[in-house]
């Protein structure tokens, strides 16, 4: 055997020889069996000098959404050696284990071995993880042999996309609380035939648009009432998201950021299938990469670059001060006047950074509506529950008491309480959706 042989077998064949000799010269027919244990021995040593060889076959997914449950397979074939097999099968941060283990334990005798193994887990945080290795320790019988740690690199990554809330028009009120004028402040085609909402009647609206129902009721007896119509052409919205640390307040997978990230995807799928240009700008640089930022466009794909920036998006501080929002922000700001959503949570440390940007695009007469994400509720809820809805009466007014009323529209979403469907309702008019 090319194998150098350790204290153990030494010991154990001296022991055996010493039982052999025992055996021979002794009358006694139980010692005299004894002489089959060298050959034993002997044939386990041989048999345990041929190498493992191992198969592995796994069915790992490469995407997945919050929330998805997914059974993960792995089949492992061992041939040859003789000895414990401790194996972990792979995961990936923010995860959970629902049903079985990714941890196993397998005998293999001198036969060929085969053993399927299946743990289903469940996705909790968004994002792009990689999967550990799948590991498998080989510890030989009777320590002949040192133990093998073997290593099974998995080839790709997960991702692991958000939530998305299907919002539809027939959640959203009729009456607008935001008057919008005869010439939007977008760059738009004519008028539709398709009802988009009702509002107070302006100077400059055509005639034929009052709607004389809906004046001639006792609620509106003071102002004439008109349909609003929905536009031929494409008008603009611009998502801005904090990622301050404050928007980090609660746990990994629960806090503002995160249920920014919610409403920003299912708001733009929302207003893509209304036909608007969508854009995405975090607010943490002056100057970003390209890909952490989408200019406004339409269709899926802009659904897709959105997504992709989002998946990415982590709190961090800044300290630079704020200087201004790009010169590819700023043209289309002077060309499209678009409409601008700002997802924070108000605190004494970003207010005046969220002041400084709506100054800025108040110069091009762009008056951004501000979701104030409560993070009280969030953290409560994991102290206790009940607290979530006391720090949401509390804290109602607080919001719009905390920034400057030029700066922009405050609204406020308490997520715990409010589903996001409750919080559209409410953003859908402010916001010009």
Known sequence: MNSSWNKQIII??????????????????AIFGSLFMPVIF?????????????DVDYDIPKFLKVGDEYTIQVKVMA????????????????????????VHILFKGFKEREMAMEYTIVSTRRGIFNWTEIIIEYQPLIGYKRKKILKFPISHNIEVDPKV????????QLKSNRVKPRNSVTRTGPPTHEFESIRDYVPGDPFKAINWKSSAKTAYKDNLMVNVYEREGLKNFIFYVDVSPFMSHGSSVEN???????????GTKYLISKNYNVGFWPIKLNRLKRSEYVLPSSGMDTFNQIRRSLLLLESKWVTEKFTGIG?????????????????TSLEKGNISRIESISRHLYRFKVLPTIVDIRAESIAAKYTDPRLGSVFSVRNYNLS???????????????????????????????AGW
């Open 400 to 430: 719009k008491n905390r920034i400057n009323t030029e700066s922009g529209r405050v609204i406020q979403w308490d997520p715990v309480n409010e589903s996001i469907g409750k919080a559209a309702y409410k953003l859908a008019m402010e």
């Open 42 to 54: 002997i044939f386990v040593l041989s048999y345990m000098e041929k190498d493992l060889k191992l």
């Open 327 to 343: 010169s590819s922000m700023t043209r289309i700001m002077m060309e499209t006047r678009p409409s601008v959503m700002i997802l």
């Open 79 to 102: 041939k040859k050696g003789l000895g414990m097999l401790n194996m972990q099968f792979p995961t990936y941060p923010e995860m959970n284990i629902l049903n079985g283990t990714n």
């Open 256 to 266: 503002p950021l995160e249920y920014a990230i919610t409403l920003v995807l299912s």
């Open 12 to 29: 154990l064949s001296v022991i055996t020889a010493f039982i052999a000799v025992a055996g021979i010269i002794s009358t006694q027919k």
């Open 165 to 172: 809330k299907m919002l539809r028009k027939s959640q959203f």
